[in-house]
């Protein structure tokens, strides 16, 4: 059957109401998202249905899961933002490829899959880590370098194609979360919630596995709540990762009771 | 919404259909810029207070609790992730934040569920208005959107709630009414343009 113009148009209107609720095809979708482009009227009353499919959303709230929000601010430690529009160049990025790395978080926690996004310019992605995490606070150019060294370690395991995620909680308070990825043999390790330890003292990480117990790694003190990320490089098969209080100065061995134990 | 001053992000280019009832003294779009920021404790902020309102409706659409904290997180996190893509002109931060919820909800089921058997459980399944009322507190805002959907006729009803909170395609509502697919799309926009006006969202 072949549509006049005009209800083709008209067919496109009716098209709001299904659209708002995301009760359209994917190929619909994409019809109607054209038409959107060049109809403001239409746009003006899609944004109003969607305030009022919000309201809909927000009268099926119910309490979340225990842990949900610790989980999900662990991951956001570790996950880079997109930045803003520049609104003087057309290009931002420095240099460097422009293409997107997708990371696939595959958790223990929750078995399935989840899509983050993170930068394909190297540069980019170390300072926004820097940044993120307050480890570019200090002006000493220095300490952003070793930043910026220990960013782009972090970076390569966070966009690995096996990279994978993993939470664990911190006996004495707190909960870990891990990216690991096995090709590089290192993971990216943040935490939440840890208590603080007097200055004599600091958390260090341990690999344990059959290639033997291995210090990977004072963590830095933490702030607002959240330490790290740090890196730990060497990993084997069969390590676990292991947390325990020692000496500020760190320790060959463990010496205190292990609080976190976590199979990688 | 209250007023969020400089921390609104851009400039409005046209007026914002604000959300009216959203609870006094907090601000979302406020919040939602300092994300963009990068500030965790921001983060948490928004967490708390539109977290249950996604972790509901995903599950609404999902059922499944497990892959519905797994949506959750994803929305969350693409929520921290694109916060700078915010555009406090073009609508609430909380219309903002459910449509990524739902729309997300939506492409999972759809993508992991094979269509026939998603069906075949709807042939069987009760028209869901009740059971998405049953579980209703008495808070305000779902009392007015509880007495919203109870003015709509009972044809629009169903074409809603089966869209929105069952995440249907109008085709696939079409056929587990019986009606034909043009009929279910002007219901559709009929039933929100009836809700918007009833639970007073500006035009």
Not at chain 2, 99 to 106: F, K
Request: hydrophobic share 45%.
């Amino acid at each position: 059957m072949k549509l006049t113009k005009r209800s083709q148009i008209r067919d496109a209107h009716t098209l709001a109401g299904a659209y708002a609720m995301d009760a359209v095809s994917a190929p619909d979708r994409e019809r109607f998202e054209r038409h959107l482009a060049e109809c403001e009227e239409c746009a003006q009353e899609v944004a109003s249905l969607r305030e009022t499919t919000a309201m809909l959303g927000t009268a099926a709230a119910e309490p979340v899961p225990a842990g949900l929000k610790e989980r999900i601010v662990a991951a956001a430690a570790v996950t880079r933002q997109q930045p803003p529009a520049d609104e003087t160049e057309p290009v931002p990025l420095a240099h460097g490829t422009r293409a997107r790395a997708r990371i696939w978080f595959g958790s223990l926690a929750w078995p399935g899959r989840l899509t983050l996004v993170t930068a394909g310019a190297a540069a980019a992605a170390v300072l926004a880590v820097a940044v993120v995490f307050g480890v570019a606070n200090s002006s000493m150019q220095q300490q952003i370098d070793q930043a910026q060294a220990s960013s782009q370690q972090i970076a390569v395991v966070l966009t690995a194609q096996d990279a994978h995620m993993t939470t664990g909680t911190v006996a004495g308070g707190g909960t870990a979360t891990i990216v690991m990825s096995g090709s590089r043999h290192a993971l990216v390790f943040t935490a939440q919630g840890l208590h603080a330890l007097p200055a004599s003292r600091g958390y260090e990480l341990w690999l344990i596995g059959p290639a033997g117990t291995r210090p990977a790694g004072m963590l830095p003190a933490g702030s607002q709540g959240m330490t790290g990320p740090v890196i730990a490089s060497g990993l084997r098969p069969g390590d676990h990762l292991a947390l325990t209080a020692e000496p500020a100065d760190g320790s060959a061995h463990p010496d205190t009771p292990m609080m976190l134990d976590m199979v990688l | 919404m209250t007023a969020s001053g400089s921390q609104e992000p851009r400039n409005r280019a046209r007026p914002a259909p604000a959300a009216p009832a959203a609870p006094p003294g907090t601000d979302l779009a406020g919040q939602i810029a300092l994300v963009a920021r990068g500030e965790a404790t921001a983060f948490d902020a928004v967490f708390e207070q539109i977290g249950p309102s996604v972790f509901g409706v995903v599950k609404r659409v999902i059922r499944d609790p497990a892959q519905s904290e797994e949506v959750t997180q994803e929305v969350m996190l693409e929520v921290w992730r694109s916060a700078s893509k915010f555009d406090a002109g073009r609508g609430s931060a909380a219309a903002w934040v459910m449509t990524l919820a739902h729309r997300r909800a939506v492409d999972r089921v759809r993508s992991v569920q094979k269509e026939a058997e998603r069906e075949r459980r709807v042939a069987v399944a009760e028209i869901p208005f009740d059971e998405v009322i049953e579980a209703v507190e008495s808070s305000l805002e779902r009392e007015r959107v509880r007495r919203c959907l109870g003015s709509l006729t009972e044809v629009q009803r169903e074409s809603v709630t089966l869209a929105y909170y069952r995440g249907y395609t109008y085709g696939q509502v079409a056929s587990l009414l019986g009606v034909p697919t043009g009929t279910v799309k002007t219901r559709m926009r009929d039933a929100l343009i009836r809700m918007r006006d009833c639970l007073g969202v500006p035009e």
